[in-house]
């Protein structure tokens, strides 16, 4: 999610990162931005991405048409916890898409 579209949790936990897991963090998602999910395990609408470093980070991200859509990074291995707030995050970016779309007096 980005900032033209509300809040972005990703972006807030990436520049919280250490410099060298931040550098670790964005070789490793360079295939995403190419549109390589090929590494990308995918649980229903949500893909998990891991980085085998340091506390065991992991991307959680959806797919919207052709875009790829990040949603959050963290740091650490409490799956269940992370994909719950994973498919809120991706329920309120449809939300704010669905309303950013309607044309104004229509709401």
Same mark, same amino acid.
């Given at each position: 999610?980005?900032?033209?579209?509300?809040?972005?949790?990703?972006?807030?936990?990436?520049?919280?990162?250490?410099?060298?897991?931040?550098?670790?963090?964005?070789?490793?998602?360079?295939?995403?931005?190419?549109?390589?999910?090929?590494?990308?395990?995918?649980?229903?609408?949500?893909?998990?991405?891991?980085?085998?470093?340091?506390?065991?980070?992991?991307?959680?991200?959806?797919?919207?048409?052709?875009?790829?859509?990040?949603? %959050?990074?963290?740091?650490? =291995?409490? &799956?269940? /916890?992370?994909? +719950? $707030?994973?498919?809120? %995050?991706?329920?309120?970016? =449809?939300? &704010?898409? /669905?309303?950013? +779309? $309607?044309?104004?007096?229509?709401?």
């Amino acid at each position: 999610m980005s900032g033209k579209m509300g809040r972005a949790p990703y972006r807030t936990w990436f520049d919280g990162l250490h410099p060298q897991a931040a550098a670790k963090v964005a070789t490793a998602t360079a295939p995403l931005e190419l549109g390589n999910t090929s590494s990308v395990k995918w649980i229903g609408a949500i893909g998990e991405y891991r980085i085998d470093w340091g506390p065991g980070y992991r991307i959680y991200l959806a797919q919207d048409r052709t875009d790829l859509i990040i949603l %959050l990074g963290v740091g650490t =291995k409490r &799956r269940q /916890a992370e994909i +719950a $707030r994973v498919k809120a %995050l991706f329920e309120e970016y =449809k939300a &704010r898409k /669905a309303a950013v +779309a $309607r044309p104004r007096g229509k709401r």
